[in-house]
Every structure is written in C-alpha cells, then in structure tokens.
C-alpha cells in the first residue's frame, strides 16, 4: 500500500478522529492502543464498514521491545510506513509543581516524550532513502500547553509539550531533504476524555469562557488539521508548530 499510517494512541479522542479522517482520505491506518482494546476494536470496525483498511497495534510507546514488535506488525501487513502521528499521551491529576514527584515525571516524559521520539526514529528508517524510502509526513501532537505553561495543574506535561515542539523544530530539519515533513499540531481546549483522566471532567466547560472563540474544540477539528500536514496540500510545510486553540 502506498499510504500506510500509523497513529499511537488512538482508540479514542484525537487519535480516534484523526484515524476515521485518515482513512477516508485512503490512508491503511494501524490504529495504536496500549490498554483499551475494545475501543480499538470499534475505531477498525468503522472504518473498515466504510470501506477503508485498518488494523489494530497494541503497544505501550513507551517500552521500546513492544514499539519494535509494533512496527514489525506492521511492516507485515500493510508494507513500509509513509505516515506517522505521535499521538499517544497522559496528564496526571491538577497538583503543583512542589507536589509532585519522580514517577509522576518519568511516566510523563516517557510516554509523551521518549515514545515519541522511539516512534520517530523507527518511522525515518522507514521513510528515509537511505534506509530504502521513499519519504513520508510525521506529524507530532503537542499541546498549547507548551506556551501557556499550565500553571498550578500541570507544569509537567506542558513541559514534556514544550519538548515536542523542540523535537518537531529539530527533526524537522534533520529530515527535510530526505523527503520526510514533520510538523505538530498544539491543541487547546478540547472535547475529550483526557481531562476525567487528569481529574477534571469539566475543565473545558470551566475554561471556555479564556477561548476568544468562546467554546472548547472538538476531536475531529483537530483530526482536520493532522490530515491536512499529512496531505501533499501541505507539500511545502515542515517544521511548522499549527495552534488548533480558538485563539487561546
């Protein structure tokens, strides 16, 4: 197949969104889940009843012999990688930086930051002409955090964001003439349920009012603008950091 993407963590939320949307586009979508495999299920069932093609991966991003497996199933079934989103995330619960610890750090960083940079790395051995490809998009889901630095909840992950944005910059760079564009998107108040995960259902609801568009977004507007940079309509855009946040 000549449009192969995969997207990690997407059972549900953005990654979900942005798999129903990538594959209507014609993209064979490997839809990456680490616990939640019934969701998984039903994000392939839909896409394959409506006549795209799709397969499920599970793997935790972070353990690089899981990944390794991941990518090797995939190689399989639908042939070398073109297309990669650094979806999978965590937030923890609303705490200030002086009471937080260690292991909440290390599964930050490890999740949203080292597994994204181990997915990176085993996609440009696929994408690369000097490992036999032929190019390929990436494209990194960071968050607005990363600017606004969400103080006095979660200053950890907005730093781990901060790290994609960096890391989008520099492979970016690294990559661009080897065909490869690499991009991120940085979400703003979205409707999804990382924020129950993080200890804050109604976090969009109460923050809505800081938008200037007044409103939280929603999964599938995100999803539009991950299908587009991985679209050759944005042939010309890498290294590009698109705020997806109402104006916040």
Known sequence: MDKV??????????????????????????????????????????IRAAGGHAITVQADVADEAQVLRMFERIDAKFGRLTGLVNNAGVVDFSARLDEMDMDRWRRMFDINVLGSLLCAREAVRRMSPRHGGAGGAIVNVSSAASRLGSPGQYVDYAAAKGAIDAFTIGLAKEVAAEGIRVNAVRPGLIETDIHASGGLPDRVRDLQHLVPMQRGGTAAEVAEAIVWLLSPAASYTTMSLLDVSGGR
């Open 5 to 46: 993407l995969l997207i990690t963590g997407a059972s549900r939320g953005i990654g979900a969104a942005t798999a129903r949307h990538a594959a209507q586009a014609g993209w064979a979508v490997a839809v990456n889940y680490t616990a939640h495999s019934l969701a998984a299920d039903e994000v392939v069932r839909s």
